[in-house]
């Protein structure tokens, strides 16, 4: 309890003196020092050249990889009896008056069995992706070439904020106290 006693009122004495000494600090040669406001503007400036500047990410993932081996082949079946030119229009004529839809509906060839999976293994695929995460943006602003890197594409012209400020030397060092 009396270390946090002293240390509030310690920090509570800095306090008090910090005032005292900024006002000092502040003076030299009992003139007071003024910091000038600053003037801003904002104006537009020609943009010449943007590149966008790419983060490259790598991702992998493990995938199956199977070779097939052929489907076992039936044997050809062999050639049904072609059916003459009177069994033909026959049937035709036959198809037309009879109302069983069966027999004019041609039947679908069965499907092609699949090939079997056979030396699957595991295989780890690597692939790059990449995106821009900024644009180095080259620029003309009165006459003046500038570089600055930039989270979008400005476009064409660059919206740039012009500060200007008196200079002043630099004021000599205060004495020791």
């Known amino acids: 309890m009396r270390r946090l006693l002293e240390a509030t009122l310690l920090g509570m004495a800095c306090c008090a003196l910090q005032p005292a000494a900024a006002q000092e600090a502040g003076q030299v040669d009992g003139r007071i020092r003024v910091v000038p406001a600053e003037n801003v503007k904002i104006d537009y400036a020609q943009v010449l050249r943007v590149e966008p500047v790419y983060q490259t990410l790598r991702a992998s993932r493990t995938e199956e990889h199977c070779e097939p081996s052929p489907a076992p082949q039936d044997k050809p079946a062999a050639k049904p009896h072609e059916p003459g030119v009177f069994t033909r229009m026959f ?3 036959k198809g037309v008056f009879s109302s069983d839809e069966a027999a004019t509906t041609p039947v679908p060839a069965a499907p092609a069995a699949p090939a079997k999976r056979e030396n699957c293994r595991l295989v ?5 992706f990449q995106r821009p995460i900024a644009y ?3 620029y003309v602003y009165k006459g003046t070439k500038y570089r600055s890197r930039l989270a979008e594409d400005p476009g064409n012209r660059l919206r740039v904020r012009v500060a200007v400020t008196p200079w002043e030397a630099e004021a000599p060092p205060l004495p020791p106290p």
Request: aromatic share 0%; charged share 45%; hydrophobic share 25%.
């Open 91 to 93: 049937d035709s004529v």
């Open 124 to 128: 780890q695929v690597d692939r790059q």
């Open 136 to 138: 180095d943006v080259d």
